[in-house]
């Protein structure tokens, strides 16, 4: 994930599911990170980058095809803007054989999204994979749009839509839903992706924080943290990954606990939302996708 910097580019290891792996496994969550990785020198840096970080790699396919890269253009503010060169790359292959042990062992959750849910040819195969999962595991989605490679919206909005039926929590962001909906608010739009089957929906509105809905609990609002921010690259990943981490520490992760999280109480609902605007805002005072450790997360809670 090459970053402008002064006319040079950086070559970062990203890629939404992989910043969520890292992120869940910061916060001592155990993560394994299901990817077709390719074997040249990004794929190996992604490898690394994974391992370093406590993500388990059995998961992890070797895939023939070259990596996928993301060209990222930091402005003065903070805010970015994405090219990519993705034609025939590692990430779009996948086949329903290289996913048959996918679910094997304890899982209690699968995190699925951004462009590998919408990209032929693997698309189908990973949809499937969630069908399956569903039966034994908390389906998490995160649409993550990238309008230059989704297609029409109108298009992209059916199949986000069949994804958010699917699952159990879906996170998306403001620029998501204006991109999918243009002209209907947030909060509108989390109402109606809930009553598709979710149990909760959070949207989160960076400087405005972030609205989320969840049956018991209603529309609850949470304010942004204040902080200055060097870029916003996996902002929205670091609160997706908070945010679970948040529901397993609370026990309301995997199938047998579907009613509870269907039952999520509101203290319960702001406290998990406060850790993941927390996440998100520390991400946002580095550079690229650097999301805490649970140490960072803790001593950063305000006290009392």
Not at 212 to 219: I, K, L, Q
Not at 225 to 248: E, I, N, P
């Amino acid at each position: 994930m090459p970053r402008d910097r002064e006319g040079l580019y950086e070559a970062v290891p990203g890629g939404s599911p992989a910043n969520v792996a890292v992120g869940l496994a910061r916060l001592e969550v155990p993560a394994r990170m299901l990817a077709r990785v390719a074997d040249d020198p990004f794929g190996r840096r992604i490898r690394r980058h994974l391992a370093g970080n406590g993500v388990d790699l059995t998961g992890v396919v070797a895939a023939a095809e070259p990596t996928s890269l993301a060209i990222v253009a930091v402005d003065p503010d903070g805010s970015v803007a994405y090219d990519f060169r993705v034609d025939g790359t590692a990430d779009w292959q996948w086949r329903d054989e290289e996913l048959g042990g996918a679910l094997d062992g304890q899982v209690l959750a699968v995190h699925a999204g951004s462009l590998a849910m919408t990209m032929a040819p693997g698309a189908e195969a990973l949809l499937r994979l969630l069908q399956r999962a569903g039966g034994s595991a908390t389906i998490s989605y995160d649409p993550n749009c990238r309008p230059l490679l989704m297609g029409a919206p109108a298009l992209a909005r059916e199949r986000i839509e069949r994804l958010v039926a699917l699952a159990d929590v879906v996170k998306a962001s403001v620029e998501d839903v204006a991109w999918l909906v243009p002209g209907r608010a947030a909060e509108e739009v989390a109402e109606a992706w809930l009553a598709l089957g979710p149990a909760l929906v959070a949207i989160t509105a960076g400087a405005d924080g972030v609205v989320a809905v969840a049956n018991r609990t209603g529309t609850v609002r949470r304010p942004a943290r204040q902080v200055a921010v060097v870029d916003t690259v996996g902002a929205g990943d670091a609160f997706t990954s908070a945010l679970l981490a948040g529901l397993y520490r609370r026990g309301l992760l995997g199938a047998d606990r579907r009613a509870a999280l269907a039952a999520i109480t509101e203290e319960q609902l702001v406290e998990a939302l406060d850790d993941a605007v927390l996440a998100s805002a520390i991400t946002c005072t580095r550079r690229g996708a650097d999301p805490p450790r649970l140490a960072e997360l803790l001593g950063e809670r305000p006290v009392g």
